[in-house]
């Protein structure tokens, strides 16, 4: 770190080090559509790019560089062997949850019934149960939906242990008389599994799928306001404008965690462009300072702490404007799952997000 300014390599391996790391457990009868399920959720086709190993006879973990999500894919709940597959995950459960680091830990279940098979069959009831037991919560998964017929209902009864029973159409339906039925159900299925896998799994989780757009968002605000915390702590001491890069480590931070979240590239290039050169530690003294003051003088209020001090209550504001425009950049330019934008495109719509921000405050101080 140089005169207050973080040194970038510092800041991106600490947010991929909070990111962690959320392990999936896929399970069900052949045909159920796994892989066209994970695909259809998860960034960067990872059931057909992704690299698996066997962990078992009947399951291969399946992990993808650059996407901090691990797959537990079974080969098939198939009548003949299925004790014995539940017996095998069994004891991988146990042996992951006896690493010590809990990104080692299978942390939910999604067992897969076809909707057009109208069964819960004993394999499923048998895994849910040891999954149950094993202290993994589970959300059953009804693949291929086009018709309840009151499905749905009837696996929530039979299943009583499951966390929530969702229905998905993991790809678009179209008919010989062409009619088309939409893909449906994955962004409840990411917000269910939201809710049930531990804390410390969620930014990874966010990071890992592209379907829910309220999930990345919202773990976006969680990382801003851990920020907003941090700032202003610092600024429990008044400190003077000009030392203001005091908060600047605390803000790059703040946007390579957010980057993190929404599967962004988390690397020198990328935040190095987006928060300019001066912040990459390489500019000393003058640079740090200069580069504190073009930035804040974007955001809401910091006209009225130029030449004075930056209090408490002022950090945290200006914190807060800078990670909410950034939430609302992403919001624009990374809507798509299927292209990532490049640094030059958040940089200019993050500069117009603080600038319409200040704008917009002003004329409410006008009125």
Known sequence: ??????????????????????????????GVGKSTLINAVFQGELATTGVGRPVTLHTRYITKEGVPLGIYDTRGLEAA??????????????????????????????????EDSRRVEPAESELVHMLTRREVPVIAVITKAKSDEGFRDAVTDLLSDVKNVVRVRALATVFDDGHRLESMGLDDLIELTDQVVPEGQRNALSAAQRVSLKQKQRRSHAAVATAVTAAASVGLTPIPFADAAAIVPIQVTMLASVSAIWGLPVNRAFLGTLVGGAMAGTGGTAAGRATVTGLLKLIPGAGQVVGGMVSAATAGVLTTAFGEAYIATLSV??????????PDEVREEFMAQLRRRKRLTGQRQDQ
């Open 1 to 30: 770190m140089v005169d207050g300014i973080p040194d970038l390599d510092e800041v991106l391996a600490e947010a991929l080090r909070r990111l962690g790391r959320i392990n999936i457990l896929v399970a069900g009868k052949t």
């Open 81 to 114: 062997s299925f004790r014995e597959t539940i017996g095998e995950l069994e004891k991988l459960i146990q042996d992951r949850r006896a690493q010590q680091n809990a990104d080692d830990h299978i942390h939910v279940g999604w067992v897969c019934l076809v």
């Open 333 to 342: 330019v990374a809507r798509d799952p299927q292209r990532v934008p490049t």
